[in-house]
């Protein structure tokens, strides 16, 4: 009796292993995660230094100092302000309201109203950039300091 139950162990030992072998499937790549070199905010916002803005004075945005982009030729993008707050109380405004990111010198505009308070100025922009393969959305602030 021992002997027949130590022979059934080793068959059954031998038809797993024998299974184990049988489905053996060879390493599939695809299931690895991949980087992928795509658009990200790491690699188009390259720059976002905020501006100065003497109370009551309008000054253009330099796209070689305060908000520099880097952008792929044929790639479309653009950057919108994001106004959706009735109550808020601000104390200049940006525009125009929609803009690519290779604005020019003398073509964004950010204009103080001349109050005192508050000081400072978050004004909410979205950029959006569509590649060949990817689209990417991101929120981000350029801060605006009174001086």
């Given at each position: 009796m021992a002997a027949r139950l130590q022979s059934s162990h080793w068959t059954c030992l031998l038809f797993v292993l024998g299974v184990c072998l049988v489905s053996a499937e060879?390493?599939?790549?695809?299931?690895?995660?991949?980087?992928?070199?795509?658009?990200?905010?790491?690699?188009?916002?390259?720059?976002?230094?905020?501006?100065?803005?003497?109370?009551?004075?309008?000054?253009?945005?330099?796209?070689?100092?305060?908000?520099?982009?880097?952008?792929q030729p044929g790639d479309r993008y653009h950057i919108t302000v994001l106004d959706n707050d009735p109550l808020a109380q601000r104390p200049g405004t940006l525009t125009p309201k929609k803009f690519p990111?290779?604005?020019?010198?003398?073509?964004?505009?950010?204009?103080?109203?001349?109050?005192?308070?508050?000081?400072?100025?978050?004004?909410?922009l979205q950029l959006r950039y569509d590649?060949?393969?990817?689209t990417v959305v991101i929120p981000f602030i350029l801060v605006q300091i009174g001086s």
């Open positions: 060879p390493f599939n790549q695809a299931h690895l995660y991949q980087y992928k070199a795509g658009p990200n905010e790491d690699n188009i916002i390259i720059a976002n230094n905020g501006i100065r803005v003497p109370l009551g004075k309008s000054v253009f945005l330099d796209p070689l100092n305060d908000l520099v982009t880097e952008v990111c290779s604005f020019a010198p003398d073509e964004v505009k950010y204009t103080h109203l001349g109050s005192r308070s508050p000081s400072t100025d978050r004004v909410k590649s060949q393969t990817d």
